[in-house]
């Protein structure tokens, strides 16, 4: 749910809500169950800071059997030993922002290579030590024997030279290079030995086989070079995507592959390339490609590894997420998950619970993640990728579909349809008309096959638009301005909300609650309020705020809306029903717990903000935990029962 458009209800057992920063108006969610929610006062929550969705710019990433090694902008160095599902900082190495890698005859070695200069690990990247004390090292590689090779410019302005190791790092001896000044190095490979060297930077490649006595020189540069265990070496650049099998003396041109911004060799042979659309996998030498999805992400990458437990998955690095990675699904094709759990909370837009309970969906600015295990840990799910950011989500009641929603780059209002176990979502631009976003989805508690979302348009009348093939089609079911005399071009369609009692959708907009009738005509609820930015419905029980920063139900089923509270000037709204009480969620992203004195009279509102400023609100039924996500500081939990 966005702030543009505040929350819906979510059917039968979801429960979710969420606000976007464009503007502030009212959402509204419920719970789907019927137990009491805090007994006593509602606004006595014990808020703990949570497991959140993280992200953040990383450099690159090196791998071993025993540990993951990222370096990242912001975070430092970072060090997993479960995979990449989570991360804990390293001690201090001196060196940011640095190519990372690891020695194949030993595991327990690494290197880093960066701002600082060199710095070495025995102990899979737990504590480091300085090898080389520098102001940068550009480029660096360690060979299939362990030498290692690096780039060295001791102060700023002063020539780089290259250095090498045999003995593991312990001493370094200085060979000749073959350019003048301060190069912008972009690569460097070993080839069959340890004296064949390939180098180069944006418009030239030199190679040597005598460890720096001679070099030859080729007119063609590369942004980044791959070596296979062969000794086979990959180029990408400006110019040709190129393969070489004599150590970079001559180059085999590969075509038909898009741009190239991250590489690394697969374990058994071949190469994995992170390209413009999508990470890529030869195994016969580039004649043959397969897609391995995630288009939208792999044009940032920055770094690629193999993952040392499953070689035919790879993580790579980029400059939104942080560390991902991509490999075989458990129904075939492959699986993308985002991996950056101990990075910075990512800025969230809306929070969302699947109806069965146990998955909950988190989207804003980078995307959308997912928890299956009730918020303990979080993986991106590869939607919103490439796009301006999550606005609305939903889940089919079993969460077998996933759909998100938002604005692309284009202004286009979007819809993708994906699941938990695939690398790949279906986007749908659904309405052609600029400035245009979907600002709520709803998925119907017993047909996985439907849904519906909600299209606000800033100079076009807004619109619902319903799928009945789980995505693939979408048609328009609601278009305000072509609905005289209920409403005129301009007004703003703000939330749904499917009422499974009365087997009915609801619209929230500028002119009260609309209902869709069976035979598809759309008349309005008796007394709604003039403007309802916020709804929700639950076992007949229709609850509405408008901009009068006023809260309407009906206490019987399908009778008229009254006023119930008066919650001031709420964003977003999350009631339990039967007239329990009700969180509101304000402009000012504070949170209040409002109860009445008794239905339908009105009651009073006690603050229960949580620590960090909210910008989303949703409840897990099943566990009974009010959760609240915020622009920076991640997430926060409490318990309701």
Known sequence: MTRNSPPWTLIAGLLALALTTAMATAGLAQFADDTVATPGDPAALAWQPAPSPTAGPAADVGASGEALVVSTWREGTLRSTDGGHTWTRTQDPGVTTADVAFDPTDPAKSYLAGNGG????????????????????????????????????????????????????????????????????????????????????????????????????????????????????????????????????????????????????????????????GVWLTRDAGQTWTDMGVGELSWQATGMVADPAEPDAVFFTDETLGVNWIGPGERGGFTFEGRSEGFTPAPLRTVETAPRGDVLLAGGLLGLWASTDRGSSWQHTGAGIGLTGVDAAAATPAAETIYAGGSNWNGLAYVQVGDLDTATWDTTVLDGTNDGTVVDLETHPADPETA????????????????????????????????????????????????????????????GVLAHQANGAWTPLSASPQAVTALAAHAGHVYADGTGAELWTNPQPGGPLTPWADPPAADELQPAPHGQHVWSLEHDESLHACAPTGAPARGSCTDATPPADPTAIAHDPGEGTLWAGSAGEGLYRAATR
């Open 118 to 277: 060199i710095a070495r690990s025995t102990d899979a990247g737990q504590t480091w030590e300085t090898a080389v004390d520098a102001y940068l090292s550009r480029v660096m590689a360690v060979s299939s024997t362990g030498a290692v090779a690096a780039s060295v410019q001791p102060s700023p302005g002063a020539p780089q030279h290259l250095v090498l190791s045999d003995d593991g790092g312990e001493t370094w001896t200085t060979i000749e290079t073959p350019y003048q000044g301060d190069a912008a190095l972009e690569g460097l490979v070993f080839g069959p030995t340890e004296d064949h060297l390939v180098l180069a930077d944006l418009g030239t490649t030199w190679v040597t086989t005598d460890a720096g006595e001679t070099w030859i020189e080729q007119d063609t540069g590369a942004r980044g070079l791959a070596a296979e265990p062969d000794g086979t070496i990959w180029r990408h650049g400006f110019g040709p995507f190129q393969r070489s099998t004599d150590g970079g003396q001559t180059w085999e041109t590969i075509e038909d592959v898009p741009a190239v911004n991250a590489m690394a060799a697969h374990p058994e042979g071949g190469l994995y390339a992170a390209t413009n659309e």
């Open 452 to 511: 519906w979302a909600a299209v606000q348009l800033e100079f076009a009348p807004s619109k619902v638009y319903e799928t009945r093939d789980g995505g693939e089609t979408w048609d328009p079911v609601l278009q305000l301005g072509a609905n005289p005399p209920l409403v005129t071009v301009g007004e703003a369609v703000h939330a749904i909300a499917y009422d499974e009692a009365t087997a009915s959708l609801l619209a929230a907009t500028d002119v």
